[in-house]
């Protein structure tokens, strides 16, 4: 029974912070819908904490009477399953819990009656196909382990934020990361595994076009289940050119190579759009905008001789560009800015970087 020495209600919180990822090799159709596991391995590299982020807190309280969520100030359902389903496996594992100082005492059965409050915000576009599941789920694994005392083992907690959102078990882990499809029908083994930490490769600077602000229209969950019934080029991706992706990505990334990190990387987002429009029907989730960008950065590069930036884009118009270095990045905010200035007629309404002085430096 939970105790504590006062008679007055307690309440115990944990706040966390998780920073959203960007596939360079993605995910797109599942060989198990309830479980999220992947019929490919994909790779990303995961963005600065202070940018693009989910902080949520997490709280407990004999108080509470049911369980309950507001994201971004608003009470949503908790009554999907892939919300339910993160809350058992947490509940599940979770451990003793002492708070000396506020006499609190809460045993590893407790948890299974008593309730949880999850007030989460996300300081970018939800849906906009910025990955804001991603952080999302993340963040919600991580602070409710920490609540309730689970100890992090075999990238377990990744394995339960991946029962929230695919794409979030990539974002437990900073630099990039490989999500490991895995062959077990329990799902024990499609986990992340960190490549590379954040500091290995630092000279690349990430700028995301923020095309559209948007709700998308079609949600990845529905997107992808409707490529991998529809789709043939789906499945040859997933055989045939994922797996040898993946090996060159993983040698780019140790080597720092940039050249090939960005044609495997363009080469991927190429694919996954073209894999949309072979779905029927088509889904679009680039626009004209999104097109631009891509033969500006494809016009710049093959100029330059030498692959300067690299660009991605996930269910949803933005653009992400990732340029080998800061000289190459404010380069590419100035072409920007001049090409694509933010503008009702661009359909532009901003740019995100890390590091607000590239933004000056590009006047
Ligand atoms: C295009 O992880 O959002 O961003 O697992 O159904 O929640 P669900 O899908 P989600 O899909 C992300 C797809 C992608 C590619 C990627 O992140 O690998």
Not at 112 to 137: C, M, Q
Not at 168 to 175: I, Q
Not at 282 to 299: G, Q
Request: neutral net charge; contains cysteine.
């Amino acid at each position: 029974m939970a105790v504590s020495k006062g008679s007055e209600p307690w309440i115990l919180m944990v706040t966390a912070r998780s920073p959203t990822n960007i596939a360079v090799i993605k995910y797109w159709g599942k060989r198990d819908e309830t479980l999220i596991l992947p019929i490919n391995d994909s790779i990303s590299v995961t963005l600065d904490p202070d940018h693009l982020c989910t902080t949520t807190t997490v709280a407990v309280s004999p108080a509470f009477d049911s369980d309950r969520m507001w994201l971004n100030g608003k009470e949503i359902s908790l009554s999907g399953g892939r919300y339910q389903s993160c809350l058992r496996e947490i509940r599940r594992r979770a451990g003793d819990v002492e708070d000396e100082k506020k006499g609190i005492r809460i045993r590893k059965v407790d948890w299974e009656r008593l309730r949880v409050h999850i007030a989460s915000y996300n300081n970018f576009p939800t849906a906009a196909g910025l990955a804001s599941s991603a952080a999302g789920f993340a963040c919600l694994a991580f602070a409710l382990a920490k609540l309730m005392n689970i100890k992090e083992e075999n990238g377990e907690l990744s394995s339960i934020a991946r029962q929230g959102s695919g794409s979030a078990c990539r974002s437990l882990y900073g630099g990039f990361v490989k999500w490991v499809m895995g062959n077990d029908a329990s799902g024990h083994d499609s986990i992340a595994v960190q490549l590379a930490n954040e500091s290995h490769w630092d000279d690349l600077v990430i700028i995301i076009a923020v095309v559209s602000s948007q709700q998308k229209e079609t949600s990845s969950t529905a997107g992808m289940r409707e490529s991998f019934d529809t789709s043939t080029l789906l499945h040859y991706r997933s055989k045939v050119v994922v797996p040898r992706r993946i090996l060159q990505m993983e040698e780019a990334i140790r080597n720092r190579d940039f050249q090939s990190f960005a044609r495997l990387t363009c080469a991927d987002s190429n694919q996954f759009h073209a894999v949309c429009l072979d779905t029927s029907p088509p889904i679009f989730y680039m626009n004209d905008t999104s097109r631009r960008i891509i033969n500006c950065v494809e016009r710049w590069n093959q100029f330059e001789g030498t692959p300067q930036v690299a660009y991605t884009y996930d269910a949803g118009p933005n653009a992400v560009l990732i340029a080998r270095n800061r000289t190459a990045a404010s380069l590419l905010l100035k072409r920007l800015l001049f090409y694509f200035p933010p503008s009702p007629d661009t359909e532009l309404t901003s740019y995100l970087l890390g590091d607000k002085s590239i933004l000056e430096e590009a006047g």
